[in-house]
């Protein structure tokens, strides 16, 4: 039996969740390019209610063409309604703030996400900090960091604003990954995780709005574009699969592959954006992609002993 058709816990990470979490990854890093461009159009809070919205509409109708029972009485709406609040904080300060930083920079801010699981695992999840994981996300941090000095990087209002908020963005993410290993939420489906979030976030942001200014800017069919695959892919499908892999591997393991959406969300947005390229990106994917393999080393040798 395969890990795709399973419903069993595993000890690490093994190929199937490592390759499901590539594909993950360069779809989030991607995923800050289409903000840039749908914030071009949109009030930025906007587009995180309509984006919620949308997504949960479709999220809704899968579950009902699948028969997933989503309304029953199973003890996790205290779980739900937080990790819903957490998830409108995150996106909201996620869209605000890359209107005062770039995409790659951004990026790279919102990722420091695996340095709260790995913490909030060890104390909460019994999932201990060993050397070789602290060496490998240090040698995946060093690389952010070279990446993160990179002039280049920095947005018309010199990034600070933008930043922190994007560090608080992935300090929410972080928190919500703990809340659902330890909450009730484990044992629900992966639909109706996300639901929680995307209709508890729709309503938590809405009177935020005003606070981005007025809702349309310069509306054009790019920008409208990147909110439907953003809604379309980026929520409806990816955040399901990634809530699914969540209660069947580690969260350190999974969490820790998120290194990968700054070198996709550079990549993106040097082909896209047009922001510049240079050898410290180079550099520093050397670097993320050589601690993700010492990250899961003891993993895959546990699963293949």
């Not at 919205?53 to 309604?81: K, Q, S």
């Not at 800017?217 to 990634?242: G, K, N």
Request: net charge positive; with cysteine.
């Amino acid at each position: 039996m395969t890990a795709v058709d399973t419903t069993e816990r595993r000890d690490g990470i093994d190929a199937f969740a490592a390759g499901a979490m590539v594909v993950l990854t360069l779809s989030w890093g991607l995923n800050q390019v289409l903000v840039k461009v749908a914030n071009a159009g949109y009030n930025p809070v906007l587009l995180t209610v309509g984006r919620s919205a949308i997504a949960a509409v479709l999220v809704f109708l899968w579950c009902h063409w699948r028969g997933i029972r989503i309304f029953e009485r199973d003890g996790t709406l205290p779980a739900g309604i937080l990790v819903g609040v957490l998830f409108g904080i995150e996106f909201v300060l996620m869209f605000f703030g890359l209107d005062y930083t770039s995409a790659a920079r951004g990026t790279l801010v919102f990722n420091t996400m695996p340095f709260w699981v790995l913490l909030g695992a060890h104390f909460w999840l019994g999932e201990k900090i060993t050397a070789t994981k602290f060496a490998g996300l240090v040698l995946a941090f060093a690389g952010v960091v070279l990446v993160f000095s990179d002039k280049g990087s920095l947005g018309a209002g010199g990034g600070l604003k933008g930043d922190l908020m994007l560090l608080a963005a992935g300090a929410a993410w972080g928190a919500t990954i703990i809340i659902i290993k330890v909450s009730r939420l484990n044992t629900a489906s992966a639909e109706k995780t996300l639901l929680y979030q995307l209709v508890v976030s729709s309503i938590f942001s809405i009177p935020l709005v005003p606070l981005a200014g007025p809702l349309l800017r310069e509306p054009s069919i790019l920008a409208t574009a990147s909110l439907l695959v953003q809604a379309v892919y980026v929520v409806s499908f990816t955040y399901v699969v990634w809530f699914w892999l969540m209660r069947r591997y580690p969260a350190s393991g999974l969490s820790s592959f998120t290194f990968l959406s700054p070198v996709f969300g550079v990549v993106f947005a040097v082909a896209l954006l047009g922001e510049p390229f240079s050898w410290r990106i180079l550099v520093a994917m050397l670097l993320i992609v050589a601690g993700l393999i010492i990250v899961n080393r003891p993993a895959r040798r546990a699963a293949a002993g």
